[in-house]
């Protein structure tokens, strides 16, 4: 028997209807499925591990125990090695975070301390393998530019904005303080003179004195409107202050007078030692390192000009210094007419 018409084309509609229905199912059975699938736990993919190269980091301080260096710098990255050579390591620091590290010092053989952005301050108990935090202020956002001693039992933290702050337990804690010598100035460096008075140097021709170890500051002059970045104690109750566009200024007499030294360019200084033999080595913009042998009267450049600035030296004998900077950490060899 023949089946009905409109029944054969309501079947024939309903199988249509079914076809064109089937992708749109689909596509709902996907977009269910990649929903569960988005938000199921399941275990994240491991981070590639990162390697921090010596020389690509920047670096700004340098400090040494025997043959033990560390070298402070950009981002929080804190680099050990046991000898100038390397192979340099990373450090372990807790907590670890993202603020940049200026300088470091090494207050006993195996003890360190290291400043910088944020009011940060982290100290070592095992020459620099591993730190622990023991200062952070991130609200403040001020940093912390240099840190000396110890000088009588005190080690001394200084900084932006008149930071000033002091430990009497070895960096465990810290105490801030304000002094009016110092006032809202940066302050940048500190050395002990031959007589035991404390010299502190910084902004704007800033240029104190502290013979009570801190305790009460008071001004050397105004002998230079511009910045010091640098200062050191020389042999002889001597001294040497260094700072923007090659100014450094030699004194004989524990700061009392002052004689701008001669230095070939005029490059600006942010980092210098001096050797037990007397030379003394000065470095700073555009890979800039100035020699002196006849006590800080007379500088030589004794390497060739590069964009790498350099912003710590640290002397290892025989013509040789480790310097740190924008090209991370290197071995600096004087020879002929310099070379780097």
């Known amino acids: 028997m023949a089946m009905p018409e409109t029944l054969v084309m309501e079947r024939r509609a309903t199988r249509r209807a079914g076809l064109s229905a089937w992708p749109a199912g689909l596509v709902a059975l996907l977009v269910a499925a990649a929903a569960v699938y988005s938000f199921s736990p399941r275990p994240s993919p491991p981070f590639a591990p990162t390697r921090i190269y010596p020389d690509r980091l920047l670096v700004n301080g340098i400090a040494r125990s025997g043959t033990r260096l560390v070298a402070v710098g950009e981002q929080g ?22 603020s940049s590290f200026t300088q470091a010092v090494f207050v006993g053989e195996r003890v360190a301390i290291a400043v910088g952005h ?24 001020e940093p912390l530019l240099g840190v000396a001693g110890p000088f009588g039992g005190k080690l001394f933290a200084f900084g932006a904005f008149g930071q000033y702050l002091t430990s009497s337990d070895h960096g465990l804690s810290w105490q801030r303080e304000t002094h009016e010598g110092i006032g809202d100035h940066h302050v940048n460096a500190m050395t002990q003179a031959g ?28 002998i230079y409107p511009g910045s010091f970045f640098g200062v050191l104690a020389l042999p002889d109750n001597g001294l040497l202050a260094f700072g923007m566009r090659g100014n450094a200024f030699l004194s004989a007499d524990l700061g009392a007078t002052w004689k701008k030294s001669e230095t070939p360019e005029p490059t600006s200084l942010f980092g210098g030692a001096a050797t037990p033999e007397g030379r003394i080595v000065l470095v700073g913009a555009n890979n800039t ?9 007379r500088f030589t450049r004794a390497s060739q ?36």
């Open 195 to 222: 007589d035991g008075s404390l010299i502190l140097v910084g902004e704007r021709g800033l240029l104190l004195r502290s013979q009570d170890n801190g305790q009460t500051w008071a001004s050397l002059g105004d």
């Open 289 to 297: 390192v100035f020699v002196s042998d006849d006590g800080g009267v």
């Open 305 to 340: 000009p590069e964009r790498n600035g350099l912003a710590a030296v640290l002397p290892l004998g025989k013509g040789e210094w480790l310097t740190g900077g924008d090209g991370g950490v290197h071995v600096h060899v004087q020879s002929g007419g310099g070379k780097s």
């Open 118 to 141: 944020d009011s940060w301050i982290v100290r070592s108990e095992d020459g620099g393998d591993t730190w622990r935090e023991v200062l952070f202020d991130g609200e403040r956002s």
């Open 77 to 98: 990255h804190i680099l050990v090695a046991d000898g100038a050579g390397g192979p340099w390591r990373e450090a372990r620091i807790e907590p670890a975070r993202g």
